[in-house]
């Protein structure tokens, strides 16, 4: 079973509002600092959103006052709610734990939800 499953992506307008979702197994969620990181075509991936263990969220510039993370340690799930979408949030949407030590990506990429934005 993936350790990570992501969903909740699709198409939406400029302007709207979507929440992703990802769901882990197999690891004690509730210590593991969270990030979501997306990847447009072309580019390299980056986080964007950060949750720890602890609840403190930090986010990207780019995304700052637009997405909010959250997470709920009882269901193993880490959620982005996005609003105020723009056509440059376009990209594939993936979660994964955030090493304490590296600040890299702990484990084994999931399948990641795509996200457009598009008129």
């Known amino acids: 079973q993936a350790p990570l499953v992501e969903s909740g992506g699709g198409l939406v307008q400029p302007g709207g509002s979507l929440t992703l979702s990802c769901t882990a197994s197999?690891?004690?969620?509730?210590?593991?600092?969270m990030g979501w990181y997306r990847q447009a075509p072309g580019e390299e991936r980056e986080l964007v959103a950060h949750?720890?263990?602890?609840?403190?969220?930090n986010y990207a510039e780019a995304v700052k006052g637009r997405y909010t993370i959250s997470r709920n340690n009882a269901k193993n799930t880490v959620y982005l709610q996005m609003s105020s979408l723009k056509p440059e949030d376009t990209a594939v949407y993936y979660c994964?734990?955030?090493?304490?030590?590296?600040?890299?990506?702990?484990?084994?990429w999931g399948q990641g939800t795509q996200v457009t934005v598009s008129s």
């Open positions: 994964n734990s955030v090493s304490r030590v590296s600040g890299k990506p702990a484990l084994t």
């Open positions: 197999g690891i004690l969620f509730s210590i593991h600092n």
């Open positions: 949750i720890t263990y602890s609840g403190d969220a």
